[in-house]
């Protein structure tokens, strides 16, 4: 039964897009594609295809703001009127794809958290933009959303992994191991997967293909988190434990700049990887290169 529904609903997503494609009515100006007509059915199947896919566009309105068959004017002329003859819409440069290196660090994003040993430089994360939405008050500020899901993961050093302290009088705790069924550890790890939507206000320049700076906060759920183990001695990787105490929400900060399609990216979490700081006080911090298509 669950398959015949899981089917159901992607026809219906693949449905969607190929609706959208059909009888696209656009009018053209020299800033692009605006004032689209149709009816409600198939503007809302472009609305949900254009947010997939980043699309951008302009609707042309009247002085108030509302929706208008009138030409927009030039550049010169919004200037000397003072008049708005469009609103935009579109992502900006929210990236469609990042790869960073992370570290899980202290309050100081810059000092790597000393009570959980890691391998320097060997941690990341990569994301994925299944969903992107935009609105910009005039063409070089708006406000951009998206939603990422992410792969992030850590290698524990000094040969020791995460497991639980398991305790019948106390709630078990999350410890560090440096033995595994009596064999010694030659590399542990710790994944978890995540669904990230950050708001960020972006400042760009009028050109696509100019420069542009955003920042602004962002909404974490992890989730499928886990530690992992390598045997010395031993070729297959093996699961500890599923679960490992992660803190499901988080709160943080993210900036990007860069210029055209390619940028830089960075986060900093405010809340503690784990829940109630166990085994450790430890805020996820990431740098990386982030590219649109």
């Not at 026809?11 to 009888?23: K, R, S, T, Y």
């Not at 030039?74 to 440069?93: A, F, I």
């Not at 990422?148 to 705790?173: E, F, H, V």
Request: some cysteine; glycine content about 8%.
């Amino acid at each position: 039964m669950m398959k015949k529904y899981l089917i159901a609903v992607v026809a219906a997503l693949l449905a969607v897009p190929a609706f959208a494609q059909g009888e696209r009515h656009y009018e053209y100006d020299e800033y692009g594609q605006v004032g689209r007509k149709e009816g409600w059915a198939r503007r809302f199947a472009h609305n949900f295809y254009d947010a997939l896919v980043g699309a951008e566009y302009y609707e042309i309105v009247d002085e108030q703001g509302n929706q208008s068959n009138k030409k927009p004017v030039s550049k010169q002329e919004q200037r000397n009127n003072n008049t708005k003859t469009y609103r935009y819409y579109g992502p900006g440069h929210t990236p469609s794809f990042y790869f960073g290196v992370n570290l899980l660090t202290t309050d100081d994003p810059r000092v790597m958290t000393p009570g959980l040993p890691q391998k320097q430089g060997k941690g990341f994360e990569i994301g994925f933009a299944v969903g992107q939405w935009g609105y910009h008050m005039t063409r070089n500020i708006g406000v951009n959303t998206a939603l990422y899901i992410t792969r992030s993961r850590y290698w524990i050093g000094d040969n020791q992994y995460l497991d639980y302290t398991r305790s019948m009088q106390s709630a078990n705790k999350v410890d560090l191991f440096d033995t595994f069924d009596s064999k010694p550890v030659k590399q542990g790890y710790l994944r978890y997967w995540s669904l990230r939507v950050p708001i960020c206000l972006e400042i760009s320049s009028a050109s696509r293909r100019g420069p542009f700076i955003a920042v602004g906060p962002e909404i974490e759920y992890r989730f499928a988190d886990v530690s992992k183990v390598d045997l010395v001695g031993e070729d297959d990787r093996v699961t500890v434990a599923d679960g490992i105490n992660v803190n499901p929400l988080g709160l943080n900060a993210v900036a990007r700049i860069g210029i055209n399609d390619f940028g830089i990216t960075a986060r900093y979490s405010f809340t503690s990887l784990f829940l109630d700081d166990d085994p450790v006080q430890t805020y996820p911090f990431m740098i990386g290169i982030s590219t649109s298509f």
